[in-house]
């Protein structure tokens, strides 16, 4: 009896190179905005900011105002050709290499203590460099 094992996989190597996201850092014009939850008020806030990418998955904004939304985390599967922010697949991401620019749209978890009401931040970061 003749056992043949064939595979899918392509017999090229395929390029994972994510060195175009986090090479240096981006400006970043964000918007993020939840409605109201419980007893918190709606809210909608714009900042202009930067951030950095790190290879590690570490996505770091350079805002104080974000309090530990400063610290996030991002990941990309060349699998799927998804973009992930916090471990969630984004709403709607476009890179657009030849203007080394990038969207990302994406919903960010959070908790309010004074009212024990957990909710949603919709992100949307316009990135350039």
């Known amino acids: 009896m003749l056992f043949v094992f064939a595979s899918c996989e392509p017999t090229e190597p395929t390029e994972t190179n994510t ?15 939840h409605s109201a939850v419980g007893t918190l008020s709606a809210a909608s806030e714009d900042m202009s900011t930067t951030a950095n990418l790190e290879k590690s998955g570490r996505f770091t ?10 610290y996030q985390s991002w990941g990309y599967s060349w699998t799927t050709d998804q973009f992930f922010m916090n471990w969630e697949p984004c709403v709607e991401w476009f890179i657009n290499e030849a203007e080394d620019s990038m969207y990302l749209k994406y919903n960010h978890y959070d908790y309010d203590p004074n009212s024990g009401n957990s909710f949603y931040w919709l992100y949307e970061l316009e990135m350039t460099r």
């Open 19 to 33: 060195e175009r996201f986090y090479r240096s850092g981006w400006n970043v014009e964000l918007h993020r905005e």
């Open 61 to 70: 904004l350079s805002s104080n105002a974000l309090n530990d939304h400063m």
